[in-house]
């Protein structure tokens, strides 16, 4: 199916998944807004995409991590002042390094895990709702690593 009237953000696009399905996202003809913390690895995804023949992609460096309520804000007030609406959102960022036993895990790798991988989606996903409202059939995608299956 065609998407070149889609707007969709992925999270995490700099690599893994969240790159994968850039690249498929808009060899489908989709317009991608690439957000990641990491803008050297955003960049490769870009080019990626530009070499493919896609849809010129927007790169939109953030820190999941370390974002406060207004930069999310801010983020969703530009997405609606360029496009007007968003057709997806998919969250793939993910804040993972290893299966430690609870007893080794500091406090602050805990709550940075817990604040991408739980609290950012939450985030994200409320300051977009009403761009994705504005779009007759917008979806919103959460995926997981492959490591979660080996648990």
């Not at 983020?75 to 993972?96: M, T």
Request: glycine content about 6%.
């Amino acid at each position: 199916m065609p998407l070149t009237h889609s707007v969709i953000l992925i999270t995490g696009a700099a690599s893994g998944l969240g790159r994968s399905a850039a690249l498929a996202l808009a060899k489908q003809g989709a317009h991608i807004i690439l957000l990641d913390r990491d803008l050297a690895k955003l960049e490769q995804t870009y080019d990626a995409i530009v070499a493919a023949h896609g849809p010129e992609p927007i790169l939109y460096p953030f820190d999941l991590a370390g974002a406060n309520e207004d930069q999310y804000q801010e983020l969703a007030d530009k997405i609606l002042e360029k496009y007007g609406s968003l057709q997806g959102l998919l969250h793939s960022a993910a804040d993972f390094s290893a299966f430690t036993p609870i007893a080794q895990t500091s406090t602050k790798t805990w709550l940075q895990s817990m604040h991408v991988n739980l609290n950012a989606a939450f985030l994200l996903t409320r300051v977009l709702l009403p761009v994705l409202q504005n779009s007759a059939h917008a979806s919103v995608v959460f995926t997981s690593d492959s490591a979660v299956k080996n648990a």
